[in-house]
């Protein structure tokens, strides 16, 4: 539609805009000019979430049943882990989230006006379409609207759209027919910023109506996605809650059937069940998670969710977006082509440190200042340097920034320059036009020159001359030309290219002079200079990052707003892509069906001038593929996709409070060799986890065999109930947490990620944790029958659950003992699966090699401290006992080593085969 057929559809007008009583009407039909916020959980909705895993239930389950058996010691212990265990998700997820709603933070708070004819400052919340607004320079877009009059409009879109560069945008018609919205030039959207000029425009959407609404509203839609973590340990808890069952229940029967009371059966049933749970294991999880927290916060990943930090390791594709995470998000002119010369300008980024070579020499003369003060005179942005960080920044328009930045960096001081060289006449740039022409004094006041720079084609129109050399010739229409091809070869290399002239006015010399008569001036007979060429340069860091993610076997797909020339250009600086990576646009996007997306994403592919809807739609494919999918964003666009992934990442810098929200982590630096760290820390957690339960389920496996065997056989017990608890507590705790603690494994970004259909413990972690238990089990039973035997007893013989002889007292301690020892040998052979231990860093984890030391101790209090001893029916060992339950207990250690020695060199000897 025209700006008047506009203005007529909704009932408005450019001079008076709505009358009060048209307000109200429309403030009745349409609501407020506010996004609705999901209404977040309470803390104590939070804590009872808590409980919901499958684990939790299943100890939720045998606390019960311990406390209506009379086992109170036993119930309360189990309460106590469970407590403490939702009180510490509880924390960590409150420390992490906001206490304000992100959405409502992103409104501006006024809103310029007419109404009545009246310029009036009302609050944004109070607009209705159809209402006319006045909009400066910095001012953010309080909601969609249809622009009318536009004088040097720009504006940043980057939180919508993801494009870097700021749009130029104007009152023009636009073409019938589909427009993306980062081409929609006659349209401002709520959330976006004014960077450079004025204008008047026409509200068309408030609320939830707007563009910045119907992503909240898309994201509020999205469900959360459980970690891989929590399905894994679901299953876990299924398969423990069967398996304890069923043991219990033969435990039971066999009891039963060698005569022993039912009562006395069904006790050390459920005792058995109580103890064999892993009741540590949520709380250590969480434990895990939360050291796994600590230490990516150092590494500049803050994780908003506990479960996440296991999901990002799991990751097997990273979407991430161009600007801010690749590159720096920062302008720079990296190639200037000036006297037939292609100079290259050293340095990243608005510090104005760098030099300017050609052909590795450093090149300077006065026609490379002539263009360089060119630039930063026609520039309406400053240079300005922050006072506490040091750090340089731009205020105005990113590419007029490069401009400055480039000058400074020949010691062309802004300062002093606009100041000796003032601008008395400005004819702006126009998406029309493509250029910006200012007049400033030349040095000195002997007169005045004007500077142009714009679009090269439209430069090279207005000139007659260029300067090579610092001599003016004739510029002609072959000349033109091969300008315009080392233009578009620039332009191939993803840089964005202004072209410069200049034109002197030496008889300008009256300092009362009327300059407004340049307002007519005739664009022509101006003088070339040449071309400057500038890009948002890769982070220097990322190309590292990116081949460690090779590496690693995680796909990356870039998913950008901007163009896909640009973002090619530096993928393939980075090394994501090569001449062959296709480019699909988010137009190019809606043609396809979800078959060819499919086809697409099996290929290296870049996704450029995209929307939200299509990153999502990205997104959902890769998910339904099977992939775990961490997606990276920083703007409104980003938040659906941000919530839909399996991980999102939000940016801590450039990020929007709305993709923060919609995050479960953010990166402190917006750096994407950030992100890689947090998936190697990742990485590092899901294996101290794993070895972590399959040194817990060796040793609650080996104790229910124990009895189980020993029953069996008919061997009195040889571990009582609340020995069993006690040996659960006291190798599940302190060990466990310094398992935790554990220091990533070497080459641990050189595998594969795992398989999302993958189980948590492999066939091979099944069979490794079947052969140790038994070599458990095989120790204590040994143990426990050579000390019965040699003190007389023989099978046949009653020890009875009431009556305990000093031998048979004697005896549960000694297997009790190995049974402890057992396990704390076996911590090490566990956090050492496939190496030896004496060529690993025995010592490398001081903590836990404290936890067993303070293990030790309590055990020995427990067989020495009269009331410990009595309550838990132990009595105290000689050294020479010690040292034969250790001497018992260290064969773990052996038969491991044995195996791994033949295993290794078996595994040796076949690459050296294959290698031949």
């Known amino acids: 539609m025209s700006s008047d057929d506009v203005i007529k559809h909704?009932?408005?007008?450019?001079?008076?805009?709505?009358?009060?009583?048209?307000?109200?009407?429309?403030?009745?039909?349409?609501?407020?000019?506010?996004?609705?916020?999901?209404?977040?959980?309470?803390?104590?909705?939070?804590?009872?979430?808590?409980?919901?895993?499958?684990?939790?239930?299943?100890?939720?389950?045998?606390?019960?049943?311990?406390?209506?058996?009379?086992?109170?010691?036993?119930?309360?212990?189990?309460?106590?882990?469970i407590i403490i265990n939702a009180v510490i998700g509880v924390i960590q997820e409150y420390k992490a989230e906001k206490a304000v709603e992100a959405l409502k933070k992103m409104m501006n708070p006024h809103a310029t006006v007419l109404r009545d004819g009246e310029e009036k400052i009302i609050p944004a919340e109070e607009l209705v379409p159809g209402d006319i607004l006045i909009l400066e320079e910095g001012t953010r877009i309080p909601a969609d609207a249809r622009i009318l009059e536009a004088v040097m409009l720009k504006v940043d879109e980057a939180v919508l759209t993801g494009e870097s560069v700021p749009r130029g945008k104007n009152e023009t018609a636009l073409p019938s027919g589909s427009v993306a919205i980062g081409d929609q030039s006659n349209m401002l959207f709520m959330g976006t910023t004014i960077t450079n000029g004025r204008c008047k425009a026409i509200v068309t959407a408030t609320g939830m109506s707007t563009e910045f609404g119907k992503i909240a509203e898309l994201t509020s839609q999205i469900k959360d996605e459980k970690s891989p973590l929590q399905k894994e340990l679901a299953k876990v808890g299924k398969f423990i809650a069967i398996s304890v069952l069923v043991i219990c229940a033969i435990v039971f029967a066999l009891g039963l059937l060698s005569g022993k009371p039912l009562f006395d059966m069904l006790l050390l049933a459920v005792s058995l069940g109580v103890a064999a749970v892993p009741e540590g294991l949520p709380a250590i999880m969480t434990i895990a998670l939360a050291f796994g927290v600590q230490r990516m916060a150092k590494r500049k990943a803050i994780i908003r969710k506990l479960s996440s930090v296991e999901t990002l390791g799991s990751a097997t594709v990273i979407c991430t977006d161009k600007t801010g995470t690749l590159t720096k998000n920062e302008m720079t002119v990296k190639k200037i082509w000036v006297n037939n010369k292609f100079i290259h300008v050293e340095g990243e980024g608005y510090a104005p440190q760098g030099r300017f070579l050609h052909n590795n020499q450093v090149y300077s003369d006065d026609t490379l200042i002539k263009i360089l003060r060119a630039g930063l005179f026609c520039n309406n942005a400053?240079?300005?340097?922050?006072?506490?960080?040091?750090?340089?920044?731009?205020?105005?328009?990113?590419?007029?920034?490069a401009l400055v930045v480039s000058a400074e960096k020949a010691g062309i001081k802004q300062n002093y320059e606009t100041d000796a060289c003032k601008r008395v006449f400005e004819i702006p740039f126009s998406s029309e036009t493509k250029r910006m022409i200012t007049i400033n004094k030349d040095h000195g006041d002997c007169g005045v020159s004007a500077f142009m720079k714009g679009a090269t084609a439209v430069v090279l129109e207005k000139c007659s001359y260029i300067e090579i050399d610092g001599?003016?010739?004739?510029?002609?229409?072959?000349?033109?030309?091969?300008?315009?091809?080392?233009s578009r070869g620039m332009s191939e290399q993803a840089l964005r290219v202004l072209a410069f002239a200049y034109r002197k006015f030496d008889n300008a010399k009256d300092k009362e002079a009327d300059y407004s008569k340049f307002k007519n001036l005739k664009e022509e007979d101006f003088i070339f200079i040449g071309l400057q060429g500038m890009i948002d340069p890769p982070r220097p860091e990322v190309k590292d990052a990116i081949g460690k993610c090779k590496k690693a076997g995680i796909r990356i797909f870039i998913i950008t707003g901007d163009h896909g020339l640009t973002a090619k250009a530096i993928a393939k600086e980075i090394g994501l892509a090569t001449n062959e990576t296709k480019i699909i646009k988010g137009i190019e996007l809606d043609r396809m069906n979800e078959e060819e997306l499919t086809i697409a994403l099996k290929e290296e592919v870049i996704f450029a001038r995209v929307s939200a809807e299509h990153k999502m739609r990205v997104v959902s494919n890769l998910m339904k593929q099977g992939e775990i999918v961490a997606v990276t964003g920083d703007g409104v666009n980003d938040a659906p996709a941000l919530k839909k992934a399996n991980i999102g990442v939000a940016m801590g810098i450039t990020g929007t409070d709305v993709s923060k929200e919609a995050s479960k982590m953010i990166l402190a630096d917006d750096n994407f060799a950030s992100l890689v760290n947090a998936v190697e820390e990742g990485r590092a957690i899901f294996e101290n986890i794993r070895i972590f339960l399959k040194y817990l389920f060796i040793g609650n496996g080996a104790g229910m065999l124990i009895v189980f065997l020993a029953l069996l056989i008919g061997l009195p017990l040889p571990i009582l109930a609340l020995q069993i608890l006690w040996f659960n507590l006291l190798t599940e705790t302190l060990p466990s947490i310094a398992l935790t603690k554990e220091p990533a494994e070497k080459g641990l970004m050189e595998k594969s990620p795992r398989k999302p259909e993958e189980i948590f413990l492999t066939k091979k972690d099944s069979l490794e944790m079947g052969a140790n238990a038994l070599i458990i089990t095989a120790g204590v039973l040994g143990i426990?029958?050579?000390?019965?035997?040699?003190?007389?007893?023989?099978?046949?013989?009653?020890?009875?659950?009431?009556?305990?002889?000093?031998?048979?007292?004697?005896?549960?301690?000694?297997?009790?003992?190995?049974?402890?020892?057992?396990?704390?040998?076996?911590?090490?052979?566990?956090?050492?699966?496939?190496?030896?231990?004496?060529?690993?860093?025995?010592?490398?984890?001081?903590?836990?090699?404290?936890?067993?030391?303070?293990?030790?101790?309590?055990?020995?209090?427990?067989?020495?401290?009269?009331?410990?001893?009595?309550?838990?029916?132990?009595?105290?060992?000689?050294?020479?006992?010690?040292?034969?339950?250790?001497?018992?207990?260290?064969?773990?250690?052996?038969?491991n080593e044995i195996y791994k020695f033949f295993h290794l060199r078996k595994h040796v000897q076949s690459s050296k085969n294959s290698n031949i």
């Not at 400053?382 to 920034?401: C, H, M, Q, R």
């Not at 690993?840 to 009269?866: D, G, H, M, R, Y």
């Open 784 to 895: 426990f029958y050579y000390m019965l035997s040699i003190n007389g007893w023989r099978f046949g013989t009653e020890a009875g659950f009431t009556f305990m002889p000093d031998y048979y007292l004697y005896a549960t301690t000694m297997a009790f003992t190995t049974l402890v020892l057992f396990q704390l040998f076996n911590i090490f052979n566990t956090k050492s699966p496939n190496s030896s231990i004496f060529f690993e860093e025995l010592f490398n984890n001081k903590w836990l090699l404290l936890a067993t030391a303070l293990s030790i101790i309590l055990q020995v209090l427990v067989l020495n401290v009269p009331f410990l001893s009595q309550t838990f029916k132990t009595t105290p060992l000689s050294l020479v006992d010690w040292a034969i339950a250790a001497l018992v207990a260290s064969s773990i250690i052996w038969i």
């Open 471 to 486: 001599r003016i010739k004739k510029l002609g229409a072959k000349e033109k030309e091969e300008i315009k091809i080392i």
């Open 10 to 81: 909704l009932a408005s007008s450019e001079k008076t805009g709505l009358t009060k009583k048209e307000v109200e009407f429309r403030l009745s039909k349409f609501g407020k000019n506010r996004l609705v916020a999901k209404k977040k959980a309470s803390l104590l909705q939070n804590f009872f979430a808590q409980f919901m895993e499958m684990m939790v239930l299943i100890l939720i389950g045998a606390g019960v049943i311990a406390f209506l058996l009379g086992k109170t010691i036993d119930a309360c212990i189990i309460l106590f882990v």
């Open 382 to 401: 400053v240079l300005e340097k922050d006072a506490s960080s040091g750090k340089w920044f731009i205020v105005g328009d990113p590419t007029e920034g």
